[in-house]
């Protein structure tokens, strides 16, 4: 059975750019959660979407924002990149049971 | 406000040795509780995992101890490996909607 995938696996921006990060969670799971893993630190939680549904999001301004599709598939934008933004993003999937990771995207702002 | 709290933020350990990371949390709420392993690059693995009606879980070296009067639980990796060095998060969830994480715990086994 397939994990969860994420991609691309890297991805480098210019500061002021847009970037979109890809989730394909676990078969049959229709929660998807997006983390934030700046290097050396812990997971910050982003966005949660479960059935198609935003379910709770993180301290994060608006720039960050995401959908999930009726795949269950989910996609994270970031708009107007800043440096700061550099980081390892995180997608979790569950169905009403522990959340799986995924291997994460490195997005490098420079 | 912090909803899980981990100690400590680094740990360096024999081989052999036990390692030992704590968390606490504050809402009585919460009904499951992960650790997760990360090597470098990598997204965290699910370890182990606990429910508040047992006090102690144990798979292979890794062991789950919880005191639910206290609010607290701890992994013990008994006979430590270098191949253990990594990062652990514990965590806590209500009914698996959203999960809190701890600020990690950066193990390094010396051989």
């Known amino acids: 059975e397939a994990g969860v995938t994420q991609s691309p696996t890297h991805l480098i921006k210019t500061r002021g750019q847009q970037a979109t990060l890809r989730c394909s969670p676990i078969s049959g799971h229709t929660s998807v959660y997006w983390y934030q893993q700046a290097l050396g630190l812990g997971l910050q939680f982003l966005l949660w979407y479960d059935e198609g549904e935003e379910r709770n999001r993180g301290n994060f301004p608006p720039r960050f924002s995401g959908r999930q599709f009726p795949n269950y598939s989910s996609e994270l934008n970031v708009n107007a990149l800043e440096l700061e933004d550099s980081a390892l993003y995180l997608c979790a999937s569950s169905l009403d049971g522990p959340s799986f990771f995924g291997q994460g995207t490195r997005l490098t702002v420079v | 406000q912090q909803q899980v709290k981990q100690s400590p933020q680094s740990l360096i350990v024999q081989k052999g040795g036990i390692s030992i990371i704590n968390c606490a949390y504050e809402n009585t709420a919460f009904d499951y509780f992960p650790w997760y392993q990360q090597f470098p690059g990598k997204g965290p693995a699910l370890l182990i995992a606990?429910?508040?009606?047992?006090s102690e879980k144990k798979e292979g070296r890794f062991t789950i101890s919880f005191n639910k009067s206290a609010k607290q639980f701890s992994l013990h990796i008994m006979d430590s490996q270098p191949g253990d060095s990594a990062t652990y998060f514990c965590a806590a969830s209500m009914s698996f909607n959203k999960f809190y994480f701890g600020s990690g715990t950066k193990l390094n086994v010396k051989p």
């Open positions: 606990i429910r508040p009606d047992v």
